[in-house]
Nanobody, 121 residues
Framework: QVQLVESGGGLVQAGGSLRLSCDAS????????MGWFRQTPGKEREFVAA???????RYADSVKGRFTISRDNAKNTVYLQMNSLKPEDTAVYYC???????????????WGQGTQVTVSS
């Protein structure tokens, strides 16, 4: 079992930056693929980025070149550095843990509670 807690969300102006963190419990954190998803009201949860235990990364086209996912296995933490933020990045951001570097939310077994990111224009 893995428990995930996100932090770092907030309000930022367009063009600004935020870094989200996701702290995980459990001794097997390093073996999981970690992902970030986001969701806005009335829409399905959308893939943002994922990182495998070998640090292979995968990004949604909409965030490539602006967002960077990383992990620190010693701290059981995964990060999402978000630069050049746009109003359309506004969403609740969720951390997830799974076993494959995939974009489908249903393939991730564990989820955090989410953190709100709001980008003003």
């Amino acid at each position: 079992q893995v428990q995930l807690v996100e932090s770092g969300g907030g309000l930022v102006q367009a063009g600004g930056s935020l870094r989200l963190s996701c702290d995980a419990s459990g001794r097997t954190f390093s073996s999981y693929v970690m992902g970030w998803f986001r969701q806005t009201p009335g829409k399905e949860r959308e893939f943002v980025a994922a990182i495998s235990w070998t640090t292979m990364t995968r990004y949604a086209d909409s965030v490539k070149g602006r967002f960077t996912i990383s992990r620190d296995n010693a701290k059981n933490t995964v990060y999402l550095q978000m630069n050049s933020l746009k109003p359309e990045d506004t969403a609740v951001y969720y951390c997830a843990a799974g076993h494959q570097t995939v974009v489908t939310a249903g393939q991730y077994a564990y989820w955090g509670q989410g953190t709100q990111v709001t980008v003003s224009s």
